[in-house]
């Protein structure tokens, strides 16, 4: 139940305190939890309740301050919405490395499952197909892609960084990386369930067909496959790829090339919004029209600014941090909300629907990514609801008065 009388105290602290300019951080310690049981540090009266004497990770729990000491106005418990592929196994061979983060061992993300993958110059992830559709972006150096549709249509294109591909489940495709820097990337796929240790390989296949097939099938001897391996390569160390030009001509087919790319230049886009707090940039199937499956938003947030208190009605959101620190709370219905941080390399999930910010916390940039098992890109903003709504309608919600709302911005802000 909620305590009312305590509620209005803590009100009337806060806008007390807002009336003389206290720091927002101070502000926000001034409301603690309006529920009962009160929860927070702001409501230890007894010291010793707020101890930690046990066991302690040092370097690990300093990753974690709002976990140590989570906001006054995080409520109950939520499923874990933070994982990191800085603590996963990378399975290495020669020509690269990957590791993985699924709903195996990230049990809340049943969309999507991410995999980051390095490949040398040279570097090859062999000709391979999956039961899920496959996208991603390049994070550093250069890597050509290959893939052929299913009416036979071939593309091979090269990307650099901030580049993305898109491939549909079935479709066959390799990877390689090339240049000083080789390549690395960040794959998604849109089931959680997925696994890149578990996919369908042309090495294998071929292994695994009896030779009088194989010499029927290709109409040369058996002989000729005497020598195929007999386990998988997966990744291995192949030759630097020659000019895209050779390698286009020398799969060109009668049947054209597919209509739409299955390679978008987003390094190159300009962002969608823009405000002084940072940056969206949105790319999904009205932009990048091969892609049905995943949408995409590439977020920037300024050293003090915020990820606007928002939600997304079309699917969950699964984040891969790139760079900077930062911290998200999430809201649930009960009412439920929990505080996480954040730092490159994690990430974060948010289920469909659940109200949620993000805080750069950090002296830097923030960027991260936001990924929906979607053909495209939908949220709905906090601000942009309650400015477009009666007015007196608010006001009796919220307790505010009418120059405070005529303060909130009367353009979704995405970014402040």
Known sequence: MIDLERRKVLIGAAV?????????????????NPDSP?????????????????????????????????????????????????????????????RQVTQAD?????DIAGVNMRLSDGGIRELHWHQEAEWAIMLDGKCRVTVLDELGRPEVRDVQTGDLWYFPAGLPHSLQGFGSNGAEFLLAFDSGKF???STLLVTEWVAHTPPE????????PADAFRNIPLQQKWIFQGTPPGPLAADER???????????????????MSATRQSRGGSVTIA???????????????????????????????????????????????????????????????VGYVKKNLGHYVQNTGTTDLVFLELFKSDRYAEVSLSDWLRHTPPQLVMQHLNISAETLAQLSKVRPDTV
């Not at 007390?16 to 603690?32: C, E, H, N, Q, Y």
């Not at 990230?106 to 049943?110: G, Q, R």
């Not at 020398?250 to 190159?268: D, I, N």
């Open 106 to 110: 990230f049990a809340i993300s049943k």
């Open 38 to 98: 009160a929860e927070g540090r702001i409501n230890g009266k007894n010291p010793t309740s707020l101890n930690d004497p046990g066991p302690r990770n040092e370097a690990l729990a300093d990753q974690f301050p709002s976990s140590q000491n989570p906001p006054a106005t995080d409520v109950n418990g939520m499923p874990q919405f933070w994982a990191s592929f800085n603590n996963v196994h990378k399975r290495y061979q020669n020509g690269g490395w990957a």
């Open 16 to 32: 007390s305190a807002a009336a003389i300019g206290v720091a927002g951080s101070a502000k926000a310690a001034l409301f603690g």
């Open 284 to 346: 999904d199937s009205r932009n990048f029209t091969a892609s049905k499956t995943i949408a995409a938003a590439l977020v920037a947030v300024k050293p003090g600014g915020i990820r606007e208190l928002h939600w997304h009605p079309h699917a969950d959101e699964w984040q891969y941090w790139l760079k900077g620190r930062g911290r998200m709370t999430v809201f649930d219905t009960g009412p439920k909300a929990q505080t996480a941080d954040f730092n490159a390399g994690d």
């Open 195 to 197: 696994s890149e240790f």
């Open 250 to 268: 020398a799969v060109q087919s009668s049947k054209g090339s597919p209509p739409s790319s299955f390679v978008w230049p987003m390094s190159g």
């Open 213 to 220: 097939v194989l010499a029927q099938n290709f109409g040369v």
